[in-house]
């Protein structure tokens, strides 16, 4: 991650801990003042994807929102989870079989 796509996360950042509303201008004026030469459309990106979006929120959520994925993926392919671990189990078994031969791989 360069500098200038650091100094404008903890821009927005800064901006999201006050409660204030992430803006391009704002998000410029705090860059500026840090004396960071950021792209003009790293300013505009990030608006965007802010001003409809709780950042506190999202910050707060990540883990809970990985957890409940695969748990919603799980329950709609139930089947296929049930016939993966049937799969695994048979090829489990497999390798015991060999086992049990008494063979191995130098004898």
Do not use: C, H, Q
């Amino acid at each position: 991650m360069s500098v200038a796509e650091r100094a404008i996360t903890y821009a927005s950042l800064i901006l999201a801990d006050d409660d204030v509303a992430i803006t391009a201008d704002k998000l410029e004026a705090i860059t500026k003042a840090a004396g960071v030469t950021v792209e003009a459309i790293y300013f505009t990106l990030f608006a965007k994807a802010f001003e409809s979006r709780d950042l506190k929120e999202l910050l707060l959520n990540v883990g809970s929102a990985a957890a409940a994925a695969p748990v919603a993926g799980g329950a709609a392919a139930g089947g296929e989870a049930a016939a993966a671990a049937e799969e695994k189990k048979a090829e489990s078994e497999a390798e015991e079989s060999d086992d049990d031969m008494g063979m191995g791989l130098f004898d």
